[in-house]
């Protein structure tokens, strides 16, 4: 893999946007993959940990310019560069690739057929792993991925395509699949430990789906399957509205678990609420 150092930040913010300072470094690199220009950032904590986990952070959907990708979704808004500064793992920011007319998404299983040429993104990722994981020392019991919106669509699809390295998942407000996907999804071929939010007030991808998403029944019943366990027997909707008085549900298998968190009364959107829980969940799922 050819990489070439874009540019360098030394972490001392002074955009007023942003209302914590980095401790660390954030440095952006390009490459290329599968004929493509691809974006990444990796942030390194003030002390990473000897042998540390790495937590991939894959931003939502962006109405931007070509030349305007979102390299700040997981930091500014997400703020888990501040959980790395705590526990001393890499975050690592892919940047998903620019599909006219002015969007940056990712090739989820819904938009996988949308791409005039296919980016490859869990191939993409999967490089990543691969050539960062000797040069941090990474502990390959502790890979794990999250993801917002049309980031936790491909958290969702990292989790399956990359289950033979990847240990856990936390997608926020995605759904694993389109409707009738065709070809349908595959399966994983590795358990994958599995925790998912979700807002009841979403519109953009509605917690009990739509036409073109899955429901949140849908997906937690996949990763139940894929991991081995019996099926849910208290649904998180019933008729198309989330069912009253059932906000979470968890199943564990030996090492593996899925776990679903309804968000009450929250739209689609990303609250920095979750970062502690979505690195405690990482941090005691390791393959």
Known sequence: MNLTKKSLVTLVLVSSSLCFAQKGTFTTYTTT?????????IYVPPTLAANPAVVFCLHGQSLAAENNPPLYNCTKFYQMDQRADVYG????????????????TWESYNLKNNFPIPPDDSGFIRNLIQTLSPQYNIDPKRVFVM???????????????????????????????????????PNAAFPVSVLEFHGDLDTSIPYCGTSKHASVDESVSYWLAQDGMPPN???LCTNGTPTPNVYSIDFKNG?????????????HIYRTAVDDAIWAFFATHRR
């Open 33 to 41: 993959w599968n004929g493509l220009s691809r974006i990444y950032s």
């Open 89 to 104: 793992y890499l975050l690592v920011v892919p940047v998903s690739s620019w599909r006219s007319p002015g969007i940056w």
């Open 147 to 185: 993801g917002m919106s049309a980031g936790a669509e491909m958290t969702h699809r990292l989790g399956i395509d990359l289950s033979d390295v990847i240990a856990a998942i936390a997608p926020v407000s995605g759904a694993v699949w389109d409707v009738n996907p065709t070809p349908p999804v």
């Open 233 to 235: 027997t208290t649904p």
């Open 255 to 267: 090492k593996v678990e899925v776990e679903f968190f309804r968000e009450v009364q929250f739209a």
